[in-house]
């Protein structure tokens, strides 16, 4: 019959796989919208703007690059020969006309902020207007802040009150984020009515901070002892909160002793008059005559102080930086089993103000983890992680955490936080921050932040074949950095390309065992991509030497119907914490035993641990890491203190 399909053709239906996005962008900056699908026989594609009325002139293929002038919609309509089509998602080219001097040059489209709020000072019952603006390809989702707190109606460009209460008074911020980054505005003051106030005594100085500097670890995959779940998610989490206010974070998985001290005293080094400083540690621990000491991921069995890492000489360093406030965080136990180890002379502390410790649990006890919600989490970070963004004092914080960890019932009677603090001021982590008069020191702490956080540039490599693929990259933690790879365009002679990741040198994935994997690939759900390919490089403090990702293209040619391969290579240099060179505080002999026994070491990892406790119960999993004290131990060695000389203090 005329007009029929011959018998064998199986005609599917049109699917778009990706859609275009909205972009926000400078006037007269080159975009590209791109369209993929999938049907049967040769898909045609045609743009249109202003509300489908108006073919784009040669928009006629998947990819649509054009200057952009104006704000306009577009979408895209793809048919094919069999008379079907379908219309992609509409996108809008927001354009603003506004200054892009601080543009970089090869801005890749990560949030760029061009407008901050300004301060206001109104009345009451009158309207609150704060602006902001941003470009950014994918465009970047707004979400105000006040006082650290979400206003979770709050998502657009400008934030509008209509009729202000003094209720509203307080410090607002903005977060612009798209899947390449995330970005925050200046905070700004906002005043209703304060000036309205008659008093003879003038208003006490708002309390702020120079800067605000986070150190993060979190212990987990022990060579000589159980292994733990919950740092993961732990670290994670409370980064990104600390993130929202203000903090300059570096958060760090799986430590040996070296690399723990050598990452406190870059820390110790960012500290400075004036700056918060906060030290955050979930992993095994014990307490011992009045100190507390961090267990290692190289600690052996058993374990003497000498092995690990004293919590007091951190913050001991932390004050003579003259820091304006100093918080030590400690999810871990404080149960010693060691009890025929000698006890070290102990000298006290010199008094010193705006000092907090937060314990995750109170002496000769232990602190536990627990599946929550599908996933793991320490008890004492979970209530935390709920109050941190409060804007009151710290210890009023921790005061709601442990109320919360007291009513509990997994835990009723076998954990309890305990707080220590010489705060002689209400200060909090909400503060704001502060530069006036410390630019210099601001200038060189953000170069040494900067160091340990910046992510290799993505790039597009072109096959021989002409397919296209993307690499990119993205931070979980400052040593955990995963590579994407996605296919751009395909060649015209190519069909069922998959694309494969691999490092030169080769990076354990000590994440990848049952359990781990899907907490880890959780987080990467978190940042809205949807790469061919990802590839997870853990460890990247161990890297001595800069580091190559292949990327292999396997397809089959049209044509021959061959299956094919080609290979590309990309330097990404020292990633993230590598270029800190944390295996390279201890010079010594001893220094570089203990490192090449670890090294040793991580080759049995998967065999020789102990096995992970089972994740699927809610039962409380400890955090102890029972010493074995039966064997015979001579402590006649250990140094007075012996943690005197864990770090050198840098001045």
């Known amino acids: 019959m005329t007009g029929s399909f011959p018998k064998h053709t199986m005609i599917s239906e049109i699917v778009i796989v990706r859609h275009p996005v909205s972009v926000c962008v400078p006037v007269n900056h080159k975009v590209t919208l791109s369209v993929r699908a999938q049907g049967t026989g040769i898909l045609n594609y045609q743009w249109f703007t202003d509300g489908a009325k108006k073919e784009v002139p040669n928009g006629t293929l998947a990819d649509l690059t054009i200057r952009a002038q104006q704000t306009q919609l577009y979408v895209c309509r793809v048919n094919d020969q069999y008379y079907k089509c379908v219309f992609s998602n509409w996108v809008k080219v927001k354009v603003l006309d506004i200054d892009k001097s601080g543009l970089p040059i090869d801005w890749q489209g990560e ?13 009451p019952g009158t309207k609150l207007v704060l602006q902001c603006a941003a470009f950014g390809v994918p465009a970047p989702s707004y979400q105000w802040y006040r006082n650290g707190q979400p206003l979770l109606d709050m998502k657009s460009g400008t934030l509008q009150i209509e009729r202000a209460t003094a209720e509203h008074s307080g410090t607002y911020l903005c977060s612009l984020s798209n899947t390449l980054g995330e970005r925050w505005t200046e905070p700004v003051d906002v005043d209703i009515a304060q000036s309205l106030v008659k008093s003879d005594q003038p208003p006490p100085a708002a309390l702020t901070a120079t800067d605000k500097v986070a150190l993060l670890i979190g212990n987990l995959n022990y060579s000589n002892h159980p292994a733990l779940m919950a740092p993961v998610m732990d670290v994670h989490e409370l980064g990104n909160l600390l993130r929202q206010l203000g903090f300059r974070v570096v958060s760090l998985l799986d430590l040996t002793r070296e690399e723990m001290l050598t990452a406190i005293e870059k820390f110790i080094h960012l500290l400075d008059k004036g700056v918060y400083g906060l030290f955050y540690y979930a992993g095994h621990g014990y307490e011992h005559a009045g100190r507390n000491y961090l267990v290692s991921v190289d600690a052996p069995q058993p374990y003497g102080t000498e092995n690990c890492v004293c919590v007091q000489r951190i913050m001991l360093s932390m004050q003579e930086r003259q820091t304006a406030l100093s918080v030590i965080l400690l999810d871990t136990c404080r149960k010693w089993y060691n009890q025929g180890s000698l ?8 008094p010193s103000g705006n000092t907090v410790y937060g314990y995750a649990t109170c002496e000769d006890a232990e602190a536990f983890e627990v599946q929550d919600g599908g996933k793991s989490t320490g008890i004492f970070t979970k209530y935390l992680n709920k109050h941190v963004l409060q804007a009151e004092k710290v210890t009023h914080v921790l005061e709601k955490v442990s109320e919360d960890l007291g009513r509990d019932p997994l835990i009723t009677g076998k954990q309890a936080v305990e707080i220590k603090h010489t705060l002689k001021e209400p200060r909090s982590l909400a503060d704001p921050v502060r530069t006036t008069g410390h630019t210099k020191e601001l200038h060189l702490r953000d170069a040494c932040w ?7 540039r993505k790039k597009r490599l072109m096959f021989l074949c002409r397919v296209e693929v993307e690499v990119s990259f ?20 190519t069909q069922d390309c998959v694309v494969t990741l691999s490092s030169i040198p080769t990076m354990e994935d000590i994440f990848s065992r049952s359990g781990r994997s899907e907490e880890m ?7 809205n991509v949807n790469p061919d390919c990802t590839l997870r490089l853990c460890a990247l403090q161990k890297l001595k030497e ?38 390279r505080r201890n010079h010594g002999a001893a220094g570089r035993t203990r490192e090449g026994a670890f090294a040793k070491s991580m080759g049995n990892i998967a065999s020789s641990n102990p096995p992970l406790h089972q994740t699927g119960s809610c039962r409380p999993f400890t955090r102890k890491a029972v010493c074995a004290a039966k064997i ?3 402590w006649s060695n250990e140094p007075e203190e012996n943690d005197e000389n864990d770090f050198s203090c840098p001045h």
């Not at 949030?111 to 009345?123: G, R």
């Not at 993205?474 to 395909?490: D, E, G, I, P, R």
């Not at 690939?521 to 940042?527: A, K, Q, T, V, W």
């Open 546 to 583: 800069s580091m190559v990702i292949k990327v292999d293209l396997h397809y089959t040619h049209r044509d021959s119907k061959l299956r094919q391969t080609e290979s590309q290579q990309v330097d990404i240099g020292k990633p993230l914490v590598a270029s800190c060179k944390l295996y």
């Open 450 to 456: 900067r160091q340990a956080n910046e992510l290799p």
């Open 474 to 493: 993205s931070a979980l933690y400052s040593n955990v950095l995963v590579a994407f790879a996605t296919v751009k365009t395909t060649g015209p002679h």
């Open 111 to 123: 949030p760029h902020i061009a407008t901050n709020p300004k301060p206001q000072k109104i009345q």
């Open 521 to 527: 690939d959780s987080l990467l759900l978190m940042n």
């Open 343 to 350: 006890l070290s002379a102990i000298k006290p502390l010199a």
């Open 632 to 634: 015979p131990v001579t």
